[in-house]
Nanobody, 124 residues
Framework: QVQLVESGGGLVQAGGSLRLTCATS????????MGWFRQAPGKEREFVAA????????HYADSVKGRFTISRDNAKNTVYLQMDSLKPEDTAVYYC?????????????????WGQGTQVTVSS
């Protein structure tokens, strides 16, 4: 089992940047595919980005492609989400997730472990 703790959320103006961090503890970090999801009020949880165990494979939602970058540091058991050119529609609670599957999942149901979330608010 793995524990996930997100941090780095906050209030930022449109066009600004934030870097989210997901620190993990428990089982060996490198066995997990890692993902970021977000959920806005009244909406379903949606995929943002995911990264393979090695860090060589990444996937992004079309809405964030070119603006967000997912990365991981396996020596620090940490995954990051660099968010640039933020828009008001990026406002949501952002969640980190982990999965032991073979392929990198892009839907919430495929992930086994979740953090508590961190709030990101982008003002116009």
């Amino acid at each position: 089992q793995v524990q996930l703790v997100e941090s780095g959320g906050g209030l930022v103006q449109a066009g600004g940047s934030l870097r989210l961090t997901c620190a993990t503890s428990g089982r060996t970090f490198t066995i997990y595919q890692m993902g970021w999801f977000r959920q806005a009020p009244g909406k379903e949880r949606e995929f943002v980005a995911a990264i393979s165990r090695s860090g060589l494979g990444t996937h992004y939602a079309d809405s964030v492609k070119g603006r967000f970058t997912i990365s991981r540091d396996n020596a620090k058991n940490t995954v990051y989400l660099q968010m640039d050119s933020l828009k008001p529609e990026d406002t949501a609670v952002y969640y980190c997730a982990a999965d032991q599957g073979v392929v990198v999942p892009q839907t919430p149901d495929e992930y086994d472990y979740w953090g508590q979330g961190t709030q990101v608010t982008v003002s116009s």
